[in-house]
């Protein structure tokens, strides 16, 4: 007999779209119960490329394992039942504009006063507060603005876009991974709470070290010169015969694994090089 899944038992309610799709989908695939709730016309994520047979591939793959149910939130008795499920429910996922699901008569930060036990999770391209709240952004701005571009591509030739969505799925995995927090924290208190999840904020706090290095290293007192040179010093991409390679080689298991497929080369069987500063300095 197979061992249930951690979050079997659990229900979740979906609302996002393309924005953060993804984080009921891996809520989903641990276990948990997931309904989706879809506008009469249909989730904005079915018309997103690629398709086949007429079908979104782009919305299939982020709403595998999930239930699905259609809800108009403008009339009064659609929201009761949104209502209904909620009341039954541990989670609720939404990521449409700030203020959007609030002008219909449903105020995400204002749903764990109705039903004290649930964790709202909204996720929004530049969060629900701020200067930048009620900007309209794209994936590809996204990650522009989050810092993955600036690294991305050769210094002498434009900014490269990385494939697929990875912004609003970074966004979806980071909004999966503060709900489970804010799960965890319900155990120790008996209440849910409302999650606020910034797609570009995720962006810049996961993708890479340069935001938060350059914070920490000028906090610090000392200079920050960093500019786009394609693979950066450290981490060098190699031209092989099937392609190019890069590597990341961290920690001292990682090393060790790397030396031995080298063939054990002598001048680098000293424990010295399992050092990252060591290797880099030299």
Not at 51 to 58: A, I
Not at 89 to 116: F, I
Not at 260 to 265: A, I, S, V
């Amino acid at each position: 007999m197979s061992k249930p899944l951690p979050l079997s038992g659990l229900r979740v309610v979906d609302l996002a779209d393309e924005r953060g799709e993804l984080c009921g989908r891996l809520l989903g695939d641990f276990g948990a119960e997931v309904i989706r709730v879809e506008p009469p016309e249909g989730a904005r994520s079915r018309r997103i490329p690629p398709f086949h047979q007429g079908q979104s591939l782009y919305f299939a793959y982020r709403n595998f394992n999930k239930r699905g149910i259609t809800l108009d939130l403008a009339q009064a008795a659609d929201r009761e039942q949104l209502h209904a499920l909620l009341a039954g429910a541990d989670v609720m996922v939404e990521s449409g504009r700030p203020g959007a699901l609030a002008a219909q008569g449903v105020d995400p930060a204002r749903l764990p006063e109705r039903h004290p036990t649930l964790v709202v999770t909204s996720i929004s391209d530049f969060g629900q507060t701020g200067p930048y709240r009620d900007h309209v952004a794209t994936d590809a701005v996204l990650e522009a603005v989050g810092g993955m571009m600036f690294k991305a591509g050769l210094p002498q030739k434009p900014p490269l876009i990385p494939p697929t969505s990875l912004a609003y799925d970074i966004g979806g995995c980071v909004g999966a991974m503060a709900t489970l927090m804010a799960l965890i924290q319900r155990q120790r208190t008996g209440f849910g709470q409302y999650l606020d999840v910034s797609v570009v904020e995720s962006v810049a706090q996961t993708t890479d070290w340069s935001f938060s290095n350059a914070g920490f290293t000028l906090a610090n007192g000392q200079p920050y010169h960093e500019k786009r040179m394609g693979s950066g010093p450290i981490y060098t991409i190699y031209r092989c015969k099937g392609g190019f390679v890069r590597l990341v080689i961290l920690s001292p298991r990682q090393w060790r694994a790397m030396w031995e497929w080298l063939g054990k080369p002598e001048a680098f069987a000293d424990p010295y090089w399992e050092n990252f500063i060591a290797r880099l300095q030299n």
